[in-house]
């Protein structure tokens, strides 16, 4: 597996593993074993980057990536997040970054995740009620007592990632980014890159509809968050995005790939500081992930993507999410 370079001095495989999925928003899920086994493997295949956070389950994420890493604990690189009130007095599950919290919240990982250290530290979405200057401080305080290696965002805007760059580095930006949603391209992209900062785009496969196993008539399973998004639940907008779908199987055919492979070697073919974490419940799709490193778009492959000029159907989030995102 190729490695890449976060930032100055995080280096991990070119294709990480989100490990959301393995627990939450995206059920059936796996029993705890086979996720460990997963995971197990994924590391076996060389990836070195595994992505989680506190709000997936609650926690039970985090303590299946604990379990299924900590054989191999010195090989990878753990990302976990913090943001959100989960076990504070209210535990309403709203947003909270206050400094206290943040040190409550990395000690509950450090244990779930048994491990002494957590490599990324990312804040899950910005809180308006917090300056970012005293999230990014606190940080810097952890990172300084060992308990955090490199600090991380998620989903921050501009203006937010240069404030809060200047009192701690930023190691990493972490945003939705794929085909469908290219709208880091506007100013986070140049933003980071200005910076030195490396970029983990999640759901580059569009959350799973890239794949092409999605159409108007696919029905979820109870609970998936999907279902909730009008991206998804808008079957007129399933139906014109599968335009991305043909596009990506036109040029699928002639690299003896599959749709999701090309989605991934054009994420990977962006910059050299991307690295993308596809999530899956299962191995064989790990497999297929992981393959799209072997792939290299020809510059007429990449013409054709762009001049195709397909705009996604659909908003990606409710109102409601997407108020949480800060732009």
């Known amino acids: 597996m190729p490695t890449r370079a976060l930032g100055e001095s995080l280096e991990v495989s070119a294709i990480g593993l989100g490990c959301m999925g393995l627990s939450a928003e995206f059920p059936p899920f796996p029993d705890k074993q086979d996720a460990v086994l997963l995971i197990r493997t994924a590391v076996e295949r060389g990836v070195t980057l595994f992505d989680t956070a506190q709000v997936y389950g609650p926690f039970t994420n985090e303590e299946v990536v604990g379990e299924g890493l900590e054989p191999v604990r010195d090989q990878v690189v753990i990302a976990t997040k913090f943001g959100f009130d989960l076990e504070g007095a209210s535990g309403s599950g709203g947003l909270d970054s206050h400094p206290d919290t943040i040190r409550r919240s990395v000690e509950g990982s450090l244990k779930r995740l048994r491990t002494d250290t957590i490599d990324l530290l990312y804040q899950h979405r910005v809180d308006p009620n917090v300056p970012i200057e005293d999230v990014a401080g606190t940080v810097k305080e952890l990172i300084d007592q060992g308990k955090v290696r490199h600090f991380g965002l998620s989903e921050a805007g501009a203006q937010t990632i240069r404030r809060a760059h200047a009192v701690q580095p930023v190691t990493v930006l972490q945003s939705e980014y794929s085909l469908w949603w290219r709208e880091p391209e506007e100013a986070i992209l140049p933003t980071v890159e200005e910076l030195g900062i490396g970029f983990v785009p999640f ?15 696919t029905e979820f399973s109870r609970g998936d968050f999907r279902d909730t998004l009008p991206r998804f639940t808008d079957r007129k907008a399933r139906q014109a995005n599968l335009a991305f779908v043909e596009l990506l199987n036109r040029i699928a055919q002639r690299t003896h790939a599959t749709p999701a492979q090309i989605a991934l070697a054009w994420v990977l073919a962006q910059k050299p500081w991307i690295v993308p974490i596809p999530g899956t419940t299962k191995l064989h799709r790990l497999e297929e992930n992981l393959a799209a490193t072997n792939i290299e778009l020809t510059p007429e492959d990449r013409r054709e ?6 705009e996604a159907r659909g908003a990606r989030y409710t109102e409601a999410v997407q108020r949480m995102i800060d732009r």
């Open 203 to 217: 759901s580059p496969l569009g959350k799973g509809f890239l794949t092409g196993a999605i159409d108007p008539n």
């Open 305 to 310: 993507i762009e001049d195709a000029q397909i």
